[in-house]
């Protein structure tokens, strides 16, 4: 009973922002707007093989997300919170998982198993995607399976270990790509390194080789069917185009190797600015799960600072090992005679008086647009908070961890309830998506000029593709022979401009702007 009353905290903070953000904020384009929609499609269609976007097949992404989306729908019916459900709930079953780890690799240090979900959640990173609807903690999630598989094949429990990993390697895979194999893999070849004279290297190789055939023949039991289904060019991309792309000359995200060092002070936010974490991190290197969180931690950071595409959240699978190491040592170290947490509470002080400064005084905004619809009571929290950090003390250093998580998730609030609460409409794809499904509706085509991402099909519920031109000249042979259709304008697209005339827009149907940029519907006969 102890040890689940230390979770309620823990839990009271991760449902009330999951809550703010279903409460605050829309499907936020393009990305969560674009992955609702593929699992849209693929419901629509009963093609549970191949994903779609906008009618055409999606190589981006396998499906295990989608069919998550899809299963809650066959339950709850079609809705919209789910799809918004399903990465948060795997983010706290990855924090759920990290304390097993924890309490697997050290039985003796209780706090460690304690410590680490605070650690995780109060991390800003982690935070800011718990709210999210993504990938990623999907890929932590898989990849903390295979971690204790790999840990209970070193403990004598060789084929629940090996077949955890296997699932990890499948489940990864079938979640964002081969992308997971970085994480299992440096840590599967260094398992002599790691567990010494505890493994025998035979057995380990034996094993570690039967997982990744298994792991990867779960992945190929989708991936076979699915590019024979999908056709040629969706079966090169699936086995080829986006892995070698990423890797060697990344068609997104591409970014210089030190990268991501310039950003995880802000990723690590608060531990990073917190003496006492690099003081728990300093523990001793003999034992072997120090050894592999370190491997689990540093090798991938390594490997994607020279991968050339990069993001931020791709580092998220590596969170759980850092905490783990900095419970470790918060456990060892125990009592002290005074813990303080004034960095990080300097920190979130002078962001909170920023943004009251701002909101106050706006013709010194950055954002003159945005502040006006601000108020500065949610600065004045972050003020407070940041104050109370600074006078707290304590002895005990778990105590400290409990009190000082909350200034991540602070800051996720704050956001929402300063930014995406008076902002929302301004990304609410809805009213656009309601007024397009209505044309759809009554057999009318709608055009749409420059890139699309799919950010109207599941929240307008869209049965039909809109028709994509790319440039201005593609649309204007096409108008010619569909007199009865519609276009979609932003106005922020440069092709767009060439019909952006006082004469169309006399006709055209204004629409919610997206963000700042006009959007308007016009009629064909109009152009």
């Known amino acids: 009973m102890k040890r689940l009353a230390g979770w309620f905290p823990l839990l009271a903070v991760f449902g009330g922002i999951v809550a703010m953000a279903l409460t605050l904020r829309p499907l936020l384009p393009i990305d969560e707007t ?12 009963q093609d549970f093989l191949v994903p779609f976007k906008n009618g055409a097949t999606y190589s981006h992404k396998p499906p295990l997300l989608f069919w998550l989306m899809q299963g809650g729908w066959a339950v709850f019916g079609v809705n919209d919170w789910w799809p918004r459900l399903v990465h948060p709930l795997m983010g706290l079953a990855s924090l759920i998982l990290a304390a097993v780890i924890g309490r697997r690799l050290w039985p003796r240090l209780p706090g460690v198993a304690q410590t680490a979900p605070y650690l995780l959640l109060g991390s800003l990173w982690w935070a800011v995607f718990t709210t999210t609807s ?16 790999l840990i209970l094949a070193a403990s004598r429990r060789p084929f629940l270990g090996w077949f955890l990993v296997a699932l990890g390697i499948g489940l990864g895979i079938l979640t964002k790509g081969p992308v997971v194999l ?10 002599p390194w790691i567990w010494r004279r505890q493994i025998h290297i035979g057995r380990w190789t034996l094993g570690g080789l039967l997982s990744f055939i298994g792991g990867v023949g779960i992945a190929l039991c989708w991936a076979i069917p699915a590019g024979q289904s999908g056709g040629e060019a969706y079966q090169n991309a699936i086995f080829w185009g986006q892995t070698a792309g990423r890797v060697s000359d990344s068609f997104a995200h591409a970014r210089p190797f030190y990268w991501y060092f310039m950003f995880l002070p802000g990723l690590l936010f608060p531990w990073f600015f917190w003496p006492e974490a690099w003081k728990a991190v300093q523990g001793p290197r003999k034992e072997a ?3 592999l969180c370190w491997a689990w931690a540093l090798i991938p950071l390594v490997i994607f600072s020279f991968v050339s595409g990069k993001q931020p959240h791709y580092l998220l699978p590596m969170f759980p090992a850092l905490a783990l190491l900095v419970g470790r040592g918060l456990a060892v170290r125990g ?6 947490v004034q960095l990080p509470g300097v920190f979130l002080a002078g962001l909170g008086a920023f943004l009251v400064v701002i909101v106050l ?22 003020l407070s908070g940041g104050l109370a950090l600074l006078f707290f003390r304590s002895p005990r250093r778990e105590f400290s961890v409990q009190r000082l998580f909350l200034a991540g998730p602070l800051i996720v609030v704050v956001a929402h309830g300063a930014g995406f609460g008076p902002l929302a409409n301004s990304y609410n794809m809805a009213p656009t998506a309601q007024a397009i499904g ?24 869209l049965e039909q593709p809109l028709v994509i031109h790319e440039s201005y000249e593609a649309l204007k042979t096409w108008v010619v022979s569909h007199p009865h259709a519609w276009v979609l304008l932003r106005k922020d697209h440069h092709e767009n401009k060439k019909f952006w005339t006082a004469d169309v827009l006399q006709t055209a149907k204004p629409l919610r702007p997206y963000r700042t940029t006009e959007t308007v519907l016009v009629p064909v006969s109009s152009l």
């Open 34 to 45: 674009r992955y609702a929609s593929v699992a849209w499609e693929m419901w629509l269609r």
């Open 361 to 382: 005084k706006t013709e010194w905004s950055p954002w003159p647009e945005v502040t006006p619809k601000l108020s500065p009571l949610w600065g004045g929290a972050l």
């Open 134 to 149: 993504m990938f990623d903690m999907l890929v932590v999630f898989f990849v903390e399976v295979g971690v204790l598989g």
């Open 182 to 191: 970085l994480f299992l893999l440096p840590l599967m070849l260094l398992g």
């Open 289 to 291: 799960a120090v050894r």
């Open 438 to 461: 209505a044309l759809q509706a009554k057999g009318i085509e709608v055009a749409h000029l420059g890139e699309y991402h799919a950010e109207y099909h599941f929240v307008g519920r």
């Open 335 to 340: 009592r002290a005679e005074s813990v303080r």
